[in-house]
């Protein structure tokens, strides 16, 4: 009979996390290592990634520090390659990376606008999943976690690059836990609400939007990184080995409250901070 530790750690797993260095990819990782899984760190700043690192080495797991670009698919490989020979194989898959650099209105909005958030939110995942999956399908087992968001769940207006490609990463979740599970392969997605990051900073620093969008959070505040740290553990793990092509929200109610669509009037009269 497995045990509660047995059940919700990770110890012997190799994970690679995307987005490592700050927000939610970072909670993960030092909530993994802390659930005894080595961790393989991808994104761009070597610095904060090199801190991370101290930080999983100082709860006793090993980390590799990856200066990446997601988006560059050379790179991706390279990671991919690093991390095998350096633990051996990996276990588990965050897809964490993403965010935007353009929001208004649908019509104002440019192809390149489209493409460069569908590469870095979507894209990427695809790439990922594809040449991971081959490695996790040949050994007959793997966990994938795609980071997704309530944005791709129930639409935002002004952000509507970011809610497309959200939603196509919760179709893909589906459709390939669809096609995997008979071979032990495991696709699961987390959808949080309105987490205070880095990403959200623009939202959370000014006082009248962030009024505004807490009003349709029954919760009442902003979430915090760490909020997301126990779906994460327990869909990676062995409490989970039966669940797959799920979504998890982690929002605060915010999905279920009657009152949510006031936030997508807020938003949509135009109030996206500068």
């Avoid at 930080?55 to 990671?79: K, P």
């Avoid at 929001?103 to 999943?129: H, R």
């Avoid at 639409?155 to 959200?166: C, D, H, I």
Wanted: charged content about 15%; hydrophobic content about 45%.
């Amino acid at each position: 009979m497995s045990t509660t530790s047995d059940l919700f750690g990770l110890t012997g797993r190799t994970a690679l996390i995307t987005g490592a260095s700050r927000g939610i990819g970072r909670a993960i990782a030092l909530g993994y290592a802390g659930a005894g899984a080595d961790i393989a760190l991808l994104a761009r700043s070597t610095t904060a990634l090199e801190e991370l690192a101290g930080e999983i080495e100082g709860l006793g797991r090993r980390a590799l520090v990856l200066t990446c670009d997601v988006t560059d698919r050379d790179q991706l490989r390279h990671s991919i390659v690093s991390t095998i020979t350096e633990f051996g194989q990996i276990d588990i898959l965050v897809n964490n990376a993403g965010g935007f650099s353009h929001a208004g209105p649908f019509v104002d909005l440019q192809p390149q606008d489209w493409s460069e958030v569908m590469q870095l939110n979507f894209e990427t995942v695809v790439f990922l999943c594809r040449e991971l999956g081959r490695h996790f399908l040949k050994r007959g087992s793997g966990s994938v976690l795609n980071i997704s968001s309530i944005a791709g769940t129930a639409g935002v207006p002004m952000l509507s690059t970011y809610a497309a490609a959200k939603a196509a990463i919760v179709s893909l979740t589906r459709s390939l836990a669809a096609e995997w599970s008979s071979h032990g392969v495991r696709v699961n997605a987390l959808t949080p609400g309105w987490i205070s990051t880095e990403l959200t900073k623009t939202f959370a620093s000014d006082p009248e939007a962030s009024a505004g969008l807490l009003s349709a959070v029954p919760a009442g505040r902003w979430g915090e990184p760490e909020d997301v740290v126990g779906a994460a553990i327990f869909l990676a793990g062995d409490s989970a080995r039966l669940i797959s092509g799920t979504c998890l929200t982690i929002d605060g109610a915010t999905t279920a409250y009657a009152g949510g669509p006031a936030m997508l009037q807020f938003l949509g009269l135009g109030r996206i901070p500068a």
